[in-house]
């Protein structure tokens, strides 16, 4: 009786087991995987952070089981177009020039833009710059002394003369004094080699690779750069408020706080003074001069003419004082008559 129970059991499980093999087979033959339709992603930022032409599409089919995929359009670069080709012909006795929108950095003009030059008292814009960085007491004072003095004929301190350290500033930025900037490095905290240093490590960290100082004033041809890093250079001082401002005075009167005389002092920028005639808003005028034997005529300067467009100008190495300044405008002027920017009417017609 067992052996029957026994046998009956066994061919009872068989039977069971071959139900279940059946069953799994046909589930399993009868899945259908639906295809996943491609998803439309967003551009990424670098894709769209990169300026190009527009471009037109035709219609994009969708794909079967999808949804159509989403086409961005890319905005054509915003910057300033030559309306018609024309080159400038005024007389240009500068070794190097460069002309730059100031919005976009977009060079509009150039003439031996990377040639290394001497700056000059250009090298006063990355004093001034790290002046600002330091923790400079503007109020307080110091005398004048003798190994300060190191202008050939400086009439606009004197030994002995007492200041505030803001008074030297103005003197050094708008009247270009050699003798201010050497009293406000003495009393930088920073001897003369470290801040020559921090005017060095500036340049680098504003991505100025072909600026070199020695030292802080520009009487050294050693304190080298280019046109373009120049223009650079002017634009990050002014993003001081500190610089701006100074560099639009055009007049200024040092005051020393232990004499009644004052001595008056007019920036070297004649541009700003109009003594070289322009019709330029003075207001948002401002640059920086520069001139030793080795460098000529140096000057930079950022000029705002019609509907608020901003430009810097370059000019070194001009064949005289007065030519810088005649040869800025000049230029200035002929940028603005044959360029046109996004706002400008007729810029959609201008060539790329």
């Given at each position: 009786m067992s052996e029957k129970i026994t046998n009956f059991l066994s061919s009872f499980g068989l039977m069971i087991t071959g139900v279940l093999i059946l069953f799994a087979g046909t589930v399993s033959g009868t899945i259908v995987r639906r295809p996943v339709a491609p998803v439309a992603r967003l551009p990424s930022v670098e894709s769209r952070s990169t300026p190009t032409v527009v471009a037109t599409h035709a219609p994009v089919p969708a794909p079967e089981g999808g949804d159509i995929p989403v086409v961005f359009p890319v905005s054509r670069p915003s910057v300033p177009l030559l309306k018609e080709a024309v080159e400038f012909g005024g007389p240009l006795t500068a070794a190097a020039v460069v002309v730059v929108d100031d919005d976009t950095n977009t060079v509009l003009y150039q003439k031996n833009v990377n040639a290394v030059r001497p700056l000059a008292s250009i090298t006063k814009l990355m004093s001034a710059l790290v002046l600002s960085d330091l923790p400079m007491r503007w109020a307080s004072t110091t005398m004048v002394a003798e190994d300060d003095l190191i202008d050939a004929s400086s009439h606009q301190v004197s030994a002995g003369e007492s200041y505030t350290l803001d008074n030297l500033w103005q003197v050094a930025l708008i009247g270009s004094s050699n003798s201010a900037i050497h009293a406000l490095v003495r009393m930088s905290g920073l001897s003369p080699e470290q801040f020559v240093r921090k005017m060095n490590d500036k340049a680098?960290?504003?991505?100025?690779?072909?600026?070199?100082?020695?030292?802080?004033?520009?009487?050294?041809?050693?304190?080298?750069?280019?046109?373009?890093?120049?223009?650079?250079?002017?634009?990050a001082a002014l993003k001081v408020d500190r610089i701006y401002r100074t560099l639009q005075t055009g007049e200024y009167y040092a005051t020393p706080l232990n004499k009644s005389t004052k001595h008056r002092v007019w920036t070297t920028n004649w541009l700003l003074t109009n003594w070289v005639p322009n019709r330029f808003d003075k207001d948002l005028l401002v640059g920086k001069t520069g001139y030793i034997a080795t460098s000529g005529y140096n000057f930079s300067v950022r000029i705002t003419g019609a509907r608020d467009h901003a430009i810097r100008v370059v000019v070194l190495g001009a064949a005289s004082n007065e030519a810088r300044f005649g040869e800025a405008k000049s230029l200035a002027e002929w940028a603005f008559g044959h360029y046109v920017w996004p706002d400008d009417a007729g810029y959609a017609l201008a060539a790329p």
């Open positions: 680098r960290s504003l991505g100025l690779a072909s600026l070199r100082f020695v030292e802080p004033t520009g009487l050294d041809d050693q304190n080298v750069g280019t046109a373009l890093d120049i223009a650079r250079l002017l634009k």
